[in-house]
C-alpha cells in the first residue's frame, strides 16, 4: 500500500502529521495523548494547533482508555466536523465495540494508531518515569520483561491496528530516527494529500509481527497455565479477589463497563440482615466486604464478550489484584464459543444482541 | 439448618407462569421449596440475578419461557438461551456447576409439564446436594 515516510521521531512526524492536517482545515481537532510533566500525562481534544507540541502520542502509558474517552465525546450526537484522533489498537477495538453497544459513534473520525509495544502501568508515572521509558524504546518488542510493562500487554496478541486509517509500523522497526505512515484507507489518502513526505510503497511486516505475536502467543500460555478451572473453583477466586476493597475502580476504568448507574452500585448490593443470616448461620460469620466475588463474575458476564484485554482494569487496582489477566483468560473462553473477537469488525454484533434460530439446542429442555 | 434444597424459577409471564397456574388449579403436584419470580419475558432474566440468586444460597435455578418461535415478543427466549450459553461458560471457567441451572421451554397449556419438570428438578437438585457457593469458606 502507499506509505509517506519522513525522518523524524515517531511522535515528531505525527506532530507534522497533525500540523498539516490544521493548516489545510482537514481537521478541527486532534485528539491525542498530551504530557504535562512525568507524573502527568492525559487524554487532550486539542484545537489550537500551537498545543501540538505537548503532544507525546506514542510514550507507552494509557491514562485512561482512549476508546472511553472517545464514547464520551461522541455518545449523545456525532462529531460536526472531522478530528484526527491518536491512539493504541486495543483502544480502537474498544471504541468500536462502545459504537456497537450505542455508546459511540464513528462518524468524522481519522483513526491513525500503531503497532503496539505495550503500555507501562500508570503507576510507574512519577519523577524517574523518562529512564523507563528509555530502556522501553531501545528494547525490541520481543522483550517482554521491561519492568512494568503491563501483564495485559505482554500476553496481548492484538497489537496491530487493523482497522485504523493510518498505521505507523512502529515495533516492527523499533526506529526513532525515521517513521513511516502507511495509508491504508481512501480516506486516510485524502486526508494526506499533499502531505510533504517521501511516497513509497509498503506493507506490514508480517514476518517479524508473527514473530512477536508467538512470543506473546508463548506468554498468554505460561500465564493462562495457571487459571484454569482446577485452580479456580470458589477457593481460586478468594486467592485472587480475597483482598478486593469493592471499590469497583477496576469496572470505572474498563471502557467496555459504561453504565452510570452499575447494579453493583446500587441499593440492591447493600446487605442487611436478610442478606448476611444466610450465611451466618452456617458459618457463623460473614466477611465484609460484601458481594466481591459477585461483582467480577457479574462483571465477566456483562462484558466479557467485549473485553478486548486492555489491562486498564489491573492498572488502576489499587490492591494490585491481577484482575485483567483474570478477565482476559474468561473472555478468551466466552468469546470462542460465538467465535467473536470484539472490535475487529464494525458490522458483526456482539454475540448477545443477536442469535441463531438452531443454536444450543441442548441448553433449552424441548 | 436446612435440609431441603432452595430452587428459584424465573418464570415468564405469558406462559411458564400461566402454566404454574394451571398446574396449581389442576391440583398438581408442584415441589414445595420453589420459590417463583414471574418476569415479562425469559430474555428480562440477566444472568447476574441467576448469580446473584447462587450467592444467596438457592441450589438450583430454573429459567422457564415460551417454546422457540412462541415468544410473546417474537425471539426474546432465542436471546436468553444465547445469554445462558454465555453463563454457563463463564461458570464452567471457575469450576462452578452449571448442572444447578435449567433452562426449560414450558407452554401456557403445559400445566403437567411443569408439575414433572418442577419435580425432576427439585429432585435431582437434592440429590446433588448443596450448592458449594454456599459452603465458602469464612477461614480456610
Ligand atoms: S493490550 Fe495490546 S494493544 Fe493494548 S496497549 Fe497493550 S500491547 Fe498495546
Ligand atoms: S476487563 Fe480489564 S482488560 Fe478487559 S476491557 Fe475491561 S479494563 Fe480492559
Ligand atoms: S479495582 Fe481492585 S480492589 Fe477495586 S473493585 Fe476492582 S479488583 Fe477490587
Ligand atoms: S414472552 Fe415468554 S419467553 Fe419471551
Redesign the interface.
Known amino acids: 500500500m502507499k506509505a509517506l515516510k519522513l525522518s523524524q521521531s515517531p511522535d515528531n512526524a505525527i506532530g507534522s502529521l497533525l500540523k498539516y492536517l490544521f493548516e489545510q482545515n482537514k481537521i478541527s481537532a486532534a485528539f491525542v495523548l498530551c504530557k504535562n510533566n512525568s507524573r502527568d500525562y492525559f487524554y487532550g481534544l486539542i484545537t489550537d494547533k500551537n498545543l501540538l507540541e505537548k503532544i507525546t502520542p506514542t510514550t507507552p502509558i494509557m491514562p485512561s482508555s482512549a476508546g472511553k474517552m472517545l464514547s464520551k465525546l461522541t455518545m449523545l450526537e456525532p462529531l460536526t466536523s472531522p478530528i484526527a484522533v491518536v491512539l493504541r489498537p486495543c483502544e480502537m477495538r474498544a471504541f468500536y465495540e462502545l459504537i456497537k453497544l450505542e455508546q459511540a459513534r464513528p462518524d468524522n473520525i481519522l483513526f491513525i494508531s500503531f503497532t503496539c509495544k505495550g503500555v507501562i502501568s500508570i503507576k510507574e508515572s512519577k519523577d524517574g518515569f523518562e529512564e523507563k521509558i528509555e530502556a522501553y524504546q531501545k528494547n525490541p518488542a520481543t522483550e517482554l520483561t521491561l519492568p512494568g510493562l503491563r501483564q495485559c500487554c505482554q500476553i496481548c496478541e492484538n497489537f496491530v491496528p487493523e482497522n485504523a486509517d493510518i498505521i505507523l509500523p512502529l515495533i516492527e522497526k523499533n526506529d526513532l530516527n525515521n517513521t513511516t505512515f502507511l495509508i491504508k484507507t481512501e480516506k486516510a489518502e485524502d486526508f494526506v494529500q499533499g502531505f510533504e513526505a517521501e511516497t513509497v510503497e509498503e506493507e506490514l511486516n508480517d514476518t517479524e509481527i508473527s514473530k512477536i505475536k508467538e512470543k506473546r502467543a508463548r506468554k498468554k500460555a505460561e500465564v493462562f497455565a495457571n487459571i484454569t478451572p482446577d485452580k479456580l473453583g470458589m477457593k481460586g477466586l478468594i486467592d485472587i479477589f480475597g483482598r478486593c476493597l469493592n471499590c469497583h475502580a477496576c469496572g470505572r476504568a474498563c471502557p467496555i463497563c459504561y453504565c452510570n448507574l452499575c447494579y453493583f452500585d446500587s441499593a440492591d448490593s447493600e446487605v442487611g440482615p436478610k442478606a448476611y443470616e444466610a450465611e451466618t448461620e452456617t458459618k457463623g460469620a460473614y466477611r465484609l466486604p460484601a458481594n466481591t466475588i459477585f461483582y467480577h463474575i457479574g462483571r465477566m458476564i456483562h462484558i466479557s464478550l467485549s473485553c478486548i484485554g486492555c489491562g486498564m482494569c489491573t492498572d488502576v487496582c489499587p490492591v494490585s489484584i491481577p484482575v485483567g489477566t483474570i478477565f482476559t483468560r474468561v473472555a478468551e473462553s466466552a468469546q470462542e464459543v460465538f467465535k467473536y473477537i470484539p472490535g475487529r469488525n464494525i458490522e458483526e454484533k456482539i454475540p448477545i444482541l443477536t442469535f441463531k434460530i438452531n443454536e444450543f439446542e441442548e441448553i433449552g429442555e424441548e | 439448618?436446612q435440609t431441603e434444597p432452595t430452587i428459584i424459577g424465573f418464570l415468564c409471564n405469558w406462559c411458564s407462569y400461566a402454566a404454574a397456574d394451571l398446574a396449581g388449579n389442576s391440583k398438581l403436584e408442584v415441589p414445595g421449596n420453589l420459590t417463583t419470580i414471574r418476569v415479562m419475558c425469559s430474555s428480562r432474566v440477566?444472568?447476574?440475578f441467576i448469580?446473584?440468586a447462587y450467592?444467596?444460597?438457592a441450589d438450583g435455578v430454573l429459567v422457564a419461557g415460551c417454546?422457540?418461535?412462541d415468544c410473546h415478543y417474537q425471539?426474546g427466549?432465542?436471546?436468553a438461551?444465547?445469554?445462558?450459553?454465555?453463563?454457563?461458560?463463564?461458570l464452567?471457567?471457575?469450576?462452578?456447576e452449571p448442572k444447578r441451572l435449567?433452562?426449560?421451554?414450558i407452554s401456557a397449556s403445559e400445566g403437567q409439564r411443569f408439575s414433572e419438570?418442577t419435580q425432576e428438578f427439585a429432585k435431582f437438585i437434592k440429590e446433588a446436594g448443596p450448592n458449594?457457593?454456599?459452603?465458602?469458606?469464612?477461614f480456610?
Do not use: C
Open positions: 439448618m440477566d444472568p447476574v448469580l446473584n450467592f444467596q444460597g417454546h422457540p418461535g425471539t427466549n432465542y436471546y438461551r444465547r445469554r445462558l450459553a454465555l453463563l454457563i461458560k463463564i464452567q471457567t471457575f469450576d462452578i435449567r433452562l426449560s421451554w419438570i458449594p457457593l454456599k459452603k465458602k469458606p469464612f480456610e
